[in-house]
């Protein structure tokens, strides 16, 4: 049987988890509202030097790893490598101690 402070967990842990995806679509949708704005923008009042790539590429490159981390996609830096490395840096501090016991 599920106490009451396993399940109040697990609600917690299922709104945050909803509010990082919203939080994500928010992202996604300012993403392509701004950048078609900054395409009409540019296409208006200089359409012979194109710049609007410039800030759609780099906030690109923040929504993808942002849409990474959200949806638990991280092939170098994932929740395996963090648990090892959370492990190893525990096992150095016990060994440190250890060692000036």
């Known amino acids: 049987m599920e106490s009451n402070y ?3 967990e697990r609600y917690f842990k299922a709104k945050k988890r909803v509010e990082e995806i919203k939080g994500f679509y928010g992202n996604l949708a300012s993403y392509i509202v701004v ?3 900054l395409l009409a923008l540019n ?3 200089s359409p012979d030097h194109l710049w609007f790539y410039w800030p759609m590429i780099g906030w690109g490159i923040g929504v993808i790893f942002h849409g990474m981390k959200v949806f638990n996609y991280m092939p170098f ?3 395996d490598w963090e648990q090892q490395k959370i492990r190893e840096i525990m ?3 016990k ?3 250890d060692t000036y016991k």
Do not use: D, M
Request: proline content about 0%; glycine content about 12%.
């Open 43 to 45: 296409l208006v009042t």
């Open 77 to 79: 830096l994932g929740q």
């Open 91 to 93: 096992e150095k501090e």
């Open 35 to 37: 950048n078609i704005g």
């Open 6 to 8: 396993q399940s109040e």
């Open 95 to 97: 060994q440190q101690k």
